[in-house]
């Protein structure tokens, strides 16, 4: 080995910058082996010790396991294999993180309870099967018998979220209330007694579907308009005229109006990435004082 360069322990640490403990541990473990020893019986590195130490430093800042690390200095696995590997790992961990941020925001705004907690905690966990399974559930509990009708299968693929496999912040948070939502027993009753009276409306003889009441509402409420003025009772009358106008029109109304139902709307609008919807909130408030004026004092406290 005459005229090769040697380094002892201290100067291989100097060379790359890290501690004597750290090179002598890369020699025991025989990721960095000595080459030689001086007559002394200490060990000495040769030259390419340097790269290998630099190598094994950045996979170790990379997180990758001694044994990972190991392979790739001995060549028993390439190092793009390795990348790949770990940066699938880290797309993982990166998720996880990411769902416990989204459950601790959540919490943290509401000010929920542990029982809340933990149900978040077990929502941002799903797997996309799980997730779709959910929702799922959700769906049939209010569509169910309903969906064949073609009048439906538009409206349950519009009420369907899809959470992407690289969501940003945003749609983990909503996802995460979304399915929360969706456990909620007397958000799913609300509901389905939607979707029923919606469908009492429909003649069922293949005919296509009347415009719904709700949309006849939003179409003719005047918000800037006295709901008890003579303006806003002639359009009152024209609704309830209309043949869509269901029996129970102000309970009907007031379901749809369900706060529940519109933040259910505009959580599927940020997982979806679709326009945030407009509330119908307004022009059924408006519409519920109207008629609740055109049927007087007494008949008001019924509706």
Known sequence: MDGETFYSVGELARLTRTTVKTVRF????????????????????????????????TLRDLGLALPTVRKVVEREASLAEV?????????????????????LTAVARRGSTPEELDLMHKLAQLSADER??????????????????????????????HLTDDPDDAQVVAWVELAELTQDPE????????????????????????????????????????????EAQGIVEQVTAHPACPDDLSSYLEAVAD????????????????????????????????????????????V
Not at 30 to 38: E, H, L
Not at 202 to 207: F, L, N
Request: glycine share 8%.
């Open 26 to 57: 890369y020699a025991d473990e025989g990721i960095v082996p000595p080459v030689d020893r001086s007559p002394a019986g200490h060990r000495r590195f040769g030259v390419d010790a340097v790269a290998r130490i630099e190598l094994v430093r």
């Open 83 to 103: 990348a790949a590997a770990h940066a699938d790992a880290l797309d993982l961990q990166i998720r996880t993180l990411r769902l416990r941020r989204a459950v």
């Open 187 to 230: 958000f799913v009753a609300g509901a389905r007694r939607t979707v029923e009276r919606f469908a009492a409306t429909r003649d069922g003889d293949g005919t296509p579907p009347r415009p719904d009441i709700v949309a006849v509402v939003r179409e003719t409420a005047a918000l800037s308009l006295d709901p008890s003025s003579p």
């Open 132 to 161: 779709g399974r959910l929702i799922g559930a959700f769906l049939d509990a209010a569509y169910g018998g309903l969906a064949e009708d073609p009048a439906f299968t538009g409206i349950v693929r519009s009420m369907t979220p």
């Open 259 to 302: 706060p529940r139902r519109a933040r259910y709307l505009h959580l599927l609008s940020v997982i979806n990435g679709w326009p945030p919807p407009e509330p119908p909130a307004p022009a059924l408030d408006w519409f519920l004082r109207a008629l609740s004026a055109r049927r007087g004092p007494k008949d008001a406290d019924e």
